[in-house]
């Protein structure tokens, strides 16, 4: 047996696919749970995986044909009605918290029925992100004793194929490593997705005012903080959405740096001075810290005063859950412009912590069960810049996930849509 370890930045592992919410959880389920659907990582197009064909009968009807002769890692095949069961299961957990995004992408489903061989999905209204969304890791296939189809199965503190034994351990170094390591072979990607960003909470004092909230976002010199994402090879922020996501608007002149029309704002808005918090958990990234200590000093030249509480992870999910919070910093890595629902939408995360549903909320709906793709795209640019000028995300800079691996030890690792590492 080649014992090999996986170096992370963090302990957090969650097993279940189905609640799986950061990098680390999502890359271990990866390589236990297999999807439905892949993207291929050149082109981006979807792939058969567990499904080995899928067609709409009509924009509410979709049928997938399971692939034969596959079975869960204990021998038991895998069979329409195990799937059809594995999504009742995910449908199962709508009243869990933090809301799961695998729930939000069976919005619209109104039942699955199986056949010999094919799944049949019927939703009450078209969800056009739900072809993409089989492709997750938070909707691959698990049974009902939490097994998958995948080559990998769990072991202690990690997993294994039968001839290698990959453990998952908080270290700086690695046979893999979420990472650059010097000398190793690297396998990079521009998420998709959502900026990292802060997003405030419109529940908070002074932030309830959208004028405060877009006249912060326009005392932030983006192009300033190029240095400091130099070395992860991170880009600033040009809006909500990362330029390698599919409805992705160009916002720069909507971001520009305008003191002048900021401080306008916060006059007309009586707030002259504000001290505010972000809460985050530096292991996130290698610049966490460096670029919120950045923005701080540029937010103080201007009489604003943001305090940085870097926090453990049970203390952030308490803080995230209760709302105690000025701003969260964080970013979501996926292919689908759906996440701006998830993410934004009161009904959904709600991230923002908004009282009462809008305008926003109603094109955040629409979006989903627009049928055709360039009017759909036009909604999320109508998205993007509602975001932008209503100050509800205060983009910052665009991740570049990076995995190093060692060479001669491991070969063709590479990197998925949703920044995963996938081991041949």
Same mark, same amino acid.
């Given at each position: 047996?080649v014992e090999?370890?996986?170096g992370?930045?963090?302990?957090q592992?969650?097993n279940?696919?189905?609640?799986?919410y950061?990098?680390?959880?999502?890359?271990y389920?990866?390589l236990?749970?297999?999807?439905l659907l892949?993207?291929?990582?050149?082109?981006?197009?979807?792939v058969p995986w567990?499904?080995?064909?899928?067609h709409?009968r009509?924009?509410?009807?979709?049928?997938?044909?399971?692939?034969?002769?596959?079975?869960?890692?204990?021998?038991t095949?895998l069979?329409?009605?195990a799937v059809?069961?594995?999504?009742?299961?995910?449908a199962?957990?709508?009243h869990v918290?933090?809301f799961p995004?695998a729930?939000?992408?069976?919005t619209?489903?109104?039942?699955i029925?199986?056949?010999?061989d094919?799944?049949?999905?019927?939703?009450?209204?078209?969800?056009a992100?739900? #072809?993409q969304?089989?492709a997750?890791?938070n909707l691959s *296939?698990? !049974?009902?004793? @939490?097994?998958?189809t =995948?080559?990998?199965?769990?072991?202690?503190?990690g997993?294994?194929d039968?001839?290698r034994?990959?453990?998952f351990?908080?270290?700086?170094v690695g046979?893999?490593y979420a990472?650059?390591?010097?000398?190793?072979?690297?396998a990079?990607?521009?998420?998709?997705?959502?900026?990292?960003?802060?997003?405030?909470?419109?529940?908070?004092?002074?932030?309830?005012?959208?004028?405060?909230?877009?006249?912060?976002s #326009?005392?932030?010199?983006r192009?300033?903080?190029?240095? *400091?994402l !130099?070395t992860? @090879?991170?880009t600033? =922020?040009?809006s909500?959405?990362?330029p390698t996501?599919?409805g992705?608007?160009d916002?720069?002149t909507?971001?520009?740096?305008d003191?002048?029309f900021?401080?306008?704002?916060?006059?007309?808005a009586?707030?002259?001075r504000l001290s505010l918090?972000?809460?985050?958990?530096?292991?996130f990234s290698?610049?966490?810290s460096?670029?919120?200590?950045a923005v701080?000093?540029?937010w103080?030249?201007?009489g604003?005063?943001l305090?940085?509480?870097d926090v453990d992870?049970p203390?952030?999910?308490?803080r995230q859950?209760t709302?105690d919070?000025d701003?969260?910093?964080?970013?979501?890595t996926?292919?689908d412009?759906d996440l701006?629902?998830?993410q934004f939408a009161?009904?959904?995360?709600?991230?923002n912590?908004?009282?009462?549903p809008?305008?926003?909320?109603i094109?955040l709906?629409?979006?989903l069960?627009c049928?055709?793709a360039d009017a759909?795209?036009?909604?999320?640019h109508?998205?993007?810049q509602r975001?932008i000028e209503s100050?509800?995300?205060?983009?910052l800079?665009?991740?570049r996930?990076?995995?190093s691996?060692?060479?001669?030890?491991?070969a063709?690792v590479?990197l998925?849509a949703?920044a995963?590492?996938?081991?041949?």
């Amino acid at each position: 047996m080649v014992e090999l370890t996986f170096g992370w930045p963090t302990r957090q592992l969650t097993n279940d696919p189905r609640l799986a919410y950061n990098s680390i959880s999502k890359t271990y389920c990866r390589l236990i749970y297999d999807s439905l659907l892949d993207l291929d990582p050149e082109t981006g197009r979807l792939v058969p995986w567990l499904a080995n064909s899928w067609h709409y009968r009509d924009p509410l009807t979709l049928d997938l044909t399971i692939t034969p002769d596959r079975c869960f890692s204990d021998g038991t095949t895998l069979t329409p009605s195990a799937v059809a069961r594995s999504f009742a299961d995910i449908a199962a957990l709508e009243h869990v918290s933090p809301f799961p995004a695998a729930v939000t992408m069976l919005t619209g489903l109104d039942s699955i029925e199986a056949g010999t061989d094919t799944v049949t999905f019927r939703f009450a209204r078209h969800n056009a992100a739900f #072809l993409q969304s089989l492709a997750s890791v938070n909707l691959s *296939i698990r !049974d009902v004793t @939490g097994q998958g189809t =995948a080559r990998w199965r769990p072991g202690r503190g990690g997993v294994t194929d039968g001839t290698r034994r990959l453990m998952f351990e908080q270290a700086d170094v690695g046979d893999l490593y979420a990472g650059h390591i010097h000398g190793y072979r690297h396998a990079a990607l521009d998420n998709p997705g959502i900026s990292y960003g802060l997003c405030p909470n419109t529940s908070r004092g002074r932030l309830a005012d959208a004028r405060v909230r877009r006249a912060l976002s #326009l005392l932030i010199d983006r192009p300033a903080l190029q240095p *400091i994402l !130099d070395t992860p @090879g991170y880009t600033v =922020a040009s809006s909500v959405l990362t330029p390698t996501t599919a409805g992705y608007r160009d916002c720069s002149t909507e971001l520009a740096y305008d003191p002048a029309f900021a401080h306008r704002l916060l006059s007309a808005a009586g707030a002259q001075r504000l001290s505010l918090e972000v809460v985050f958990n530096s292991s996130f990234s290698p610049v966490d810290s460096a670029l919120l200590t950045a923005v701080a000093a540029q937010w103080r030249e201007h009489g604003i005063d943001l305090m940085l509480t870097d926090v453990d992870f049970p203390e952030l999910r308490n803080r995230q859950q209760t709302g105690d919070y000025d701003f969260r910093f964080f970013y979501f890595t996926g292919a689908d412009p759906d996440l701006l629902r998830y993410q934004f939408a009161i009904a959904q995360r709600n991230m923002n912590r908004r009282a009462v549903p809008d305008d926003l909320d109603i094109i955040l709906d629409a979006q989903l069960s627009c049928a055709d793709a360039d009017a759909r795209r036009e909604l999320v640019h109508v998205i993007q810049q509602r975001i932008i000028e209503s100050g509800l995300w205060l983009p910052l800079c665009n991740v570049r996930t990076v995995t190093s691996y060692r060479p001669g030890l491991l070969a063709g690792v590479y990197l998925d849509a949703e920044a995963l590492a996938r081991i041949p």
